[in-house]
């Protein structure tokens, strides 16, 4: 009876968490989007958004408190538990980082970085980490998260070339100085974002393991 | 009902010991009372002849040990009593066996002592002479007898009780063991207690039911599934707590998702915020809709609520794949626009010629010109009415006659056609090949030839050639229209079969096409189910080929 109500109180974090983590995937996609189409309107949604994260993120926050305290999970159940609260962590950074960036659009007057191609793969990478580490956390699958992880070398690389490419835009437009330095810091947060995907993929892999990176046995 | 049978043994045996043992303690009981009675009233009446013969000397000389005689006269005094002295004894006129004796010779009364344990029986005779002789004897009472014979009667029925305990235990089993036994599966085939036989029957009734029941479901099961897997709709059923109940083959393929994700939540396969936004708003208001994108194509999804019994038990996903009707639906809006245009172009230009000659602004010499501008542009207006009205005819798909088509022949007559324009260029145009009979519409296959060739003929530079050349190829007919033009730049040339698209738009003017051409073609050659290609290089030229089956 008592374990029942556990699974079910289990499977409603498991949800919530999921949401979340689309929501994450939602305000990321619509912020790329906002940078590429130079759309203002559709950065008030990614803010909403943000907002939204927070909320989920206190609720989740109370769930796992309450299950902690409620029922002392041990082993598996302790993991799953520990691993959200670190999740929701990641997940809360990414929708503020996605809100950051929706920001930092809104100043550059329609402007879409295509001086830059880098950005662009960039925010797509990003997206596709966070998906990657979501789906990975929603079908238990080592394999996705070890794909996300390793995606995060191309973001990095990515954003080296982004900062050559924006050095080389602010030497032969000393104007656009301001510009590039709007372009560098949203390329700055795509490459964080890449980061919190991974911090995902890694508890999503500790929850499954009980290894937690660079740990043996 | 082991227990039960055991309990019902071990009271049956324990009632009948105590039964058995009442009855038997009452019988001897009232067998040594009377043997008793027998003996006192023998002796009573022996000491009442002696007491008659010899007076009281008779019964100070007695000594008895086992009863007390007492003498008593008419008035109830005692005369003289064997165990204490006469005289200090009270009347003894009012008890009962004297009374009894005095009035009827005989008496007779038991008195019991206060613990009911002792009694003493009392006989009386009268005398001759008035008095009154009672004897009597105490005696143990049937409850004296009961508490001196309670031990050994315990330990017996102690014992029998263990033994029947025994014997019960052994006899319930023994009775339990075929039931125990029963085969339920299958209740005709046991050979037990013909009591159970009803029940057994009962059972076996029930079994049929619910195999046919079963098997019923199952029909119904396969019966929706067939359904659901043929759908080209995707169709995912949930519960009340959103977990996947059921989600055919079209829904798996939209969502991405395996077959193993029945049972569990929705949210696993499918995640985004409008959709379970959209469920969740079924399941309050019993119905949502929302589009969403997925794979390239557009769908449009229904969740509906569903209940039994005044809940809830869950909802029901439908997925149209919407991406050609929003194709379409995007079409039509961009045709009726690009229509409104083209035919307004024309007319602004008639309404200007005409404004200008209302208000005498166009002098005499130049009325002849300003004519010919309206009549151009009507002539416009209507060629591009004509082919609108073509272009909705084959939209349509109405009927028009098939009959066998010589391309080669219908070739020679477009050229005819169009000889004078080319001449007007300087163009050559020639049809050469075989004679290649299809089975197609004439007036489609004219419409065909007449649109490339004019194409051909419109688009080409000052003294340019075009070739038809009709044959076949493999077992298709061909149509090869080749100019000597200005071609299509690769990245127009997808485009060119849309409706009202021009590459070069400022050209429309001077070329007065009507940009529906080569969309007639397009429609021609697919009402005919034939197929066509484009090739071209910017600067040398155009060829564009038609295949029709044999």
């Known amino acids: 009876m008592m374990r029942s109500r556990f699974d079910e109180q289990l499977a409603t974090l498991n949800n919530e968490l999921t949401q979340m983590g689309a929501m994450c995937e939602e305000a990321i996609a619509a912020a790329s989007k906002a940078l590429a189409m130079g759309d203002v309107k559709l950065t008030e949604k990614v803010l909403s958004l943000d907002e939204e994260i927070n909320r989920m993120e206190r609720m989740i926050e109370t769930l796992c408190l309450k299950l902690l305290l409620q029922q002392q999970p041990v082993a598996g159940d302790l993991r799953q538990i520990s691993a959200a609260l670190k999740m929701i962590t990641d997940m809360e950074r990414i929708g503020t980082q996605a809100a950051d960036i929706a920001e930092i659009i809104t100043f550059l007057d329609g402007r879409t970085g295509e001086e830059c191609g880098y950005i662009r793969f960039m925010a797509e990478a990003a997206s596709q980490m966070v998906t990657e580490s979501i789906d990975a956390f929603v079908k238990q699958d080592a394999l996705l998260a070890d794909t996300a992880i390793e995606r995060d070398d191309e973001v990095d690389r990515l954003f080296l070339q982004v900062k050559a490419s924006l050095i080389q835009l602010i030497a032969e437009n000393p104007k656009d100085g301001g510009y590039a330095l709007d372009l560098l810091m949203i390329a700055k947060y795509f490459e964080r974002i890449g980061d919190h995907a991974v911090n995902i993929a890694e508890w999503v892999l500790f929850s499954m393991t009980g290894v937690h990176k660079g740990e043996t046995g | ?550």
């Not at chain 2, 449009?300 to 809940?311: D, P, Y």
């Not at chain 2, 029901?316 to 172009?345: C, G, M, P, Q």
């Not at chain 2, 166009?362 to 609108?388: S, Y």
């Not at chain 2, 296959?445 to 190829?473: M, P, Q, S």
């Open chain 2, 1 to 550: 009902m082991t227990k039960k049978i055991f309990k019902s043994i071990v009271l049956a045996a324990g009632g009948v010991l105590c039964a058995s043992f009442v009855i038997i303690m009452g019988c001897l009981y009232e067998y040594f009372t009377n043997v008793q009675s027998r003996q006192l009233e023998s002796e009573l009446s022996l000491a009442a002849a002696a007491v008659e013969e010899s007076g009281q000397t008779y019964l100070e000389g007695l000594k008895p040990e086992q009863y007390r005689l007492t003498w008593v006269d008419q008035n109830g005094d005692v005369l003289y009593d064997t165990q204490s002295d006469g005289k200090t004894m009270e009347n003894h006129g009012d008890r009962e066996e004297i009374q009894e004796a005095m009035r009827n010779g005989v008496g007779k009364s038991v008195r019991y002592s206060t613990t009911l344990l002792e009694k003493t029986i009392y006989y009386a005779q009268k005398l001759k002479d008035g008095s009154v002789l009672r004897i009597s004897v105490s005696g143990v009472t049937v409850w004296f007898l009961v508490l001196g014979m309670l031990q050994p009667v315990l330990v017996v029925m102690t014992g029998a009780l263990i033994l029947s305990g025994i014997l019960a235990g052994r006899l319930s089993r023994h009775i339990m063991e075929p039931l125990n036994n029963l085969d339920l599966e299958k209740p005709l085939e046991n050979d037990t207690y013909e009591e159970i036989a009803p029940l057994l029957n009962r059972i076996h009734k029930q079994h049929q039911q619910i195999a046919m029941q079963l098997s019923e479901l199952q029909q119904k099961n396969d019966e929706f599934a067939q359904i659901t897997q043929g759908m080209t709709e995707g169709l995912v059923l949930l519960n009340e707590k959103n977990r996947i109940v059921s989600i055919n083959p079209a829904a798996l393929k939209l969502f991405s998702a395996q077959p193993s994700c029945i049972d569990k939540d929705f949210l696993t396969i499918e995640r985004s915020h409008d959709l379970s936004g959209a469920i969740q708003d079924a399941l309050l208001n019993g119905h949502s809709e929302i589009t969403m994108e997925r794979n390239g194509k557009e769908y449009q999804l229904h969740v509906n609520r569903i209940e039994s019994g005044g809940t809830v038990i869950g909802s029901v996903l439908l997925a149209f794949d919407i991406t050609e009707t929003a194709n379409a639906e995007r079409n039509r809006r961009e045709f009726t626009a690009n229509v409104s245009h083209e035919l307004k172009t024309p007319l602004q230009s008639i309404m200007g010629s005409a404004e200008l000659m209302e208000n005498g602004l166009v002098k005499a010499e130049d009325m002849p010109r300003f004519v010919g501008h309206i009549r151009t542009e009507a002539q416009r207006l209507v060629t591009l009415i004509e082919d609108i009205i073509r272009l909705s005819r084959l939209d349509e798909g109405s009927e028009m006659p098939f009959e066998d088509v010589d391309l080669y022949e219908a070739a020679k007559e477009t050229v005819a056609e169009l000889q004078t324009a080319a001449a007007a260029e300087n163009i050559k145009v020639t049809v050469s090949g075989e004679r290649v009979c299809v089975r197609a519409v004439r007036q489609l296959v004219g419409e065909i030839l007449f649109n490339l060739c004019d194409n051909a003929i419109k688009y080409n530079k000052k003294g340019g050639t075009v070739e038809i050349i009709t044959g076949r190829e493999e077992n298709m007919a061909v149509i090869s229209v080749k100019d000597s033009g200005i071609g299509i730049p690769p990245e127009y040339q997808a485009r060119v079969f849309e409706r009202f698209y021009r590459v070069d738009k400022s050209r429309s003017k001077e070329s007065g096409g009507t940009g529906l051409g080569l969309s007639i073609v397009k429609h021609a050659v697919q009402y005919l189910h034939g197929s066509i290609d484009l090739r071209s290089t910017p600067g040398e030229g155009t060829v564009i080929r038609v295949w029709f089956r044999l």
